[in-house]
T-cell receptor
């Protein structure tokens, strides 16, 4: 029973356009959310986070939005670059982290 | 800092054999996590330690899996006996204090059980 779900296994976007990665969760007790980025043959690396008391956090080209009423998290990348091509995991925390299954983003030049 | 170090990076073994995966967390980090990544289930937390003590092992699939952290700089994940369905990438991660802190992942061990 996955508490954090990423329903899109893959996403393809043209360079320069916006990439939107989505994540849904079921546990209203989650109080901290993160996005990790993973390249092949490497471990996931932290990208951006948001606390449940906020609805938006921005860091350069990356913005995370949190909609608590919908239990929905999204990551926006603007503009997308070929180097952003990777697998993106969302994670939610309540005592421990629960990860989604990942979305593979392909940014086409 | 070298980051989280895992060994081996790749392991191929036959069903029934014992497999031991190793992890060295980032110096000064008090929490250590073992994850398993599969295509079907994504990243699953197997167990985590805080100050060398196992806190939550509810993700450990069955008795064939065991993990130890004898000191702050070393942990092992053992599978005995291994089965083909254990084939996955196993990640170790560490964080500064509580599990809520951002975790830093190692490069992973890709395990194939034939």
């Amino acid at each position: 029973d996955q508490q954090v779900k990423q329903n899109s296994p893959s996403l393809s976007v043209q360079e320069g356009r916006i990439s939107i990665l989505n994540c849904d969760y079921t546990n209203s007790m989650f109080d901290y959310f993160l996005w990790y980025k993973k390249y092949p043959a490497e471990g996931p690396t932290f990208l951006i986070s948001i606390s449940s008391i906020k609805d938006k956090n921005e860091d350069g080209r990356f913005t995370v939005f949190l909609n608590k009423s919908a239990k929905h998290l999204s990551l926006h990348i603007v503009p997308s670059q070929p180097g952003d091509s990777a697998v993106y995991f969302c994670a939610a925390n309540f005592n421990k982290f629960y990860f989604g299954s990942g979305t593979k983003l392909n940014v086409k030049p | 800092d070298a980051g989280v170090i895992q060994s081996p990076r790749h392991e191929v073994t036959e069903m029934g054999q014992e497999v031991t995966l190793r992890c060295k967390p980032i110096s000064g980090h008090n929490s250590l996590f073992w994850y398993r990544q599969t295509m079907m289930r994504g990243l699953e937390l197997l167990i985590y330690f805080n100050n060398n003590v196992p806190i939550d092992d509810s993700g450990m699939p069955e008795d064939r899996f065991s993990a130890k952290m004898p000191n702050a700089s070393f942990s092992t994940l053992k599978i005995q006996p291994s089965e083909p369905r254990d084939s996955a990438v196993y990640f170790c991660a560490s964080s500064l204090a509580r599990p809520q802190e951002t975790q830093y992942f190692g490069p992973g061990t890709r395990l194939l059980v034939l």
